[in-house]
């Protein structure tokens, strides 16, 4: 596969730094820069039914375009245009043929940019007793398996992450061989998509940002907690250094996912809706595939200096949980995206947390408000291990805190999670708990 496969129009990437110094609280600013980047050369194509594996890829190959590889479980082949042609034009041509049920050109997929305010303080995680998790914690702390993280890669030495990366029992590591069968060698720790190893060192910062959000290292005297304790992190790494990365690594990393064991999918990241080089029909499988094996993605709608904004995909779409994000005094997040599509919001603004080289920072952005919710849906499961994915999405939704206008609404959704009324719907009797207040929030009463 080649390595500039990125988009034929000039796109607006968050600027991205590290609060490393104290700076007074605020609404942190967006920093935005240009890019005028190239149209992808490669495209997914799913064959219509029926044909062998060697029978669609000489067809393919009949057509003039080079395979790469199959996508399994959602039956998408990646291959490479012709030299001389786009992914666009080639993927209108097969589109045309009767072997060709769908052919989309394979576009760019970002992490939803985050705004950092330049704020490094101690650690004061109002977020965490904003959604009522002490109350919640009574209950549940999680379990041990594990929740996906498909992003930029994990820091597995981050003395908060060391001990929450999930392990795939099934795999000798270092032997070369593929011991469970799942077409990933020595896949110990989950795997590198971008770099095609078992790998998935964090090389940029906000997949262990993420992570440490959804289950960081908790209860252990040091660094932070994390909304489900006892839940493992499995590192898929989707997107580059540069915090970019292309769909079918995206898709690849969801399938994964659901097949080795996740049954929730955090992805802080997402493509706009009027990209022309967005695969739509890829994505709607990928996530049909997931919800076949009821596994529930949890997705950030997107965030954007220029509002309104719509919903990003995967959150676009009806079988994913959007999440949007909301400030500490529980007001909806300008820079957040809004639309029809969002579920429910979490804070997002102002989220300390894990980044790599045993670092702690604080970050902004609906990405930082999707393992919110992840976590959430973990200690769900881990309560009542019965319920489906379409019971986990109902219940977080039907117990969010109304915040904005009444009943629904394009900014918040449902409104905010609530993980205290969530528990509790599962535990109908009425139980009174000391809630620890602090000077940066009450807490929901």
Not at 22 to 45: D, H, N, Q, W
Not at 258 to 264: S, Y
């Amino acid at each position: 596969m080649t390595r500039n496969q990125t988009l034929s129009r000039t796109v607006l990437i968050v600027g991205l730094l590290i609060a490393l110094t104290a700076a007074p609280r605020g609404i942190p600013a967006l920093r935005a820069e240009s890019r005028t980047l190239s149209e992808p050369m490669t495209l997914l194509v799913r064959m219509r039914e029926g044909l062998s594996d060697e029978e669609a890829r000489g067809r393919l190959e009949a057509r003039g375009v080079h395979v790469d590889r199959r996508i399994p479980g959602i039956d998408a082949w990646v291959v490479e245009a012709p030299q001389g042609s786009s992914a666009r034009s080639t993927s209108a041509a097969l589109a045309r043929d009767p072997d060709v049920t769908w052919a989309e050109p394979n576009g760019r997929v970002y992490a939803v940019g985050v705004a950092p305010n330049d704020t490094f303080y101690e650690a004061q995680q109002w977020n965490l007793r904003r959604i009522g998790l002490p109350e919640a914690w009574m209950f549940t702390t999680g379990d041990p398996r594990p929740v996906a993280v498909i992003d930029t890669g994990v820091d597995f030495l981050h003395p908060d992450l060391t001990a929450k990366i999930w392990m795939n029992g099934d795999e000798i590591v270092g032997n070369g061989i593929d011991d469970d069968r799942n077409g990933y060698v020595d896949d110990l720790h989950g795997w590198d998509f971008v770099n095609t190893d078992a790998e998935p060192q964090d090389d940029h910062w906000h997949g262990t940002h993420v992570a440490g959000i959804a289950a960081a290292h908790t209860d252990n005297a040091t660094g932070i907690a994390g909304v489900s304790w006892q839940s493992t992190i499995m590192p898929l790494k989707a997107l580059d250094e540069t915090g970019e990365g292309s769909w079918d690594h995206v898709l690849e990393a969801v399938v994964y996912a659901a097949d080795n064991g996740a049954r929730v999918l955090n992805l802080s990241l997402g493509g706009s809706p009027d990209d022309p080089d967005l695969p739509a029909e890829a994505i709607k499988a990928a996530v049909s595939y997931v919800r076949s094996r009821d596994c529930l993605i949890v997705a950030a709608v997107g965030n954007s200096e220029h509002q309104p904004a719509p919903v990003l995909y995967p959150a676009a779409l009806l079988d994913v949980l959007a999440v949007a994000a909301t400030t500490e005094d529980d007001t909806p997040w300008w820079y957040s995206n809004r639309g029809p599509a969002v579920d429910v919001s979490a804070p997002g603004v102002s989220i300390f947390s894990t980044t790599p080289n045993a670092r702690y920072a604080e970050m902004s952005g609906t990405s930082m408000a999707t393992p919110h919710v992840s976590g959430l849906a973990a200690l769900l499961w881990a309560f009542q291990p019965s319920l489906t994915a379409d019971e986990v999405m109902h219940i977080i939704t039907s117990t969010a805190r109304d915040i904005d206008p009444v009943g629904w609404d394009e900014r918040t959704g449902w409104g905010r999670v609530d993980a205290s009324a969530a528990i509790r719907s599962l535990r109908p009797y009425r139980v009174y708990l000391p809630v620890q207040r602090s000077h940066s929030s009450s807490g929901p009463q």
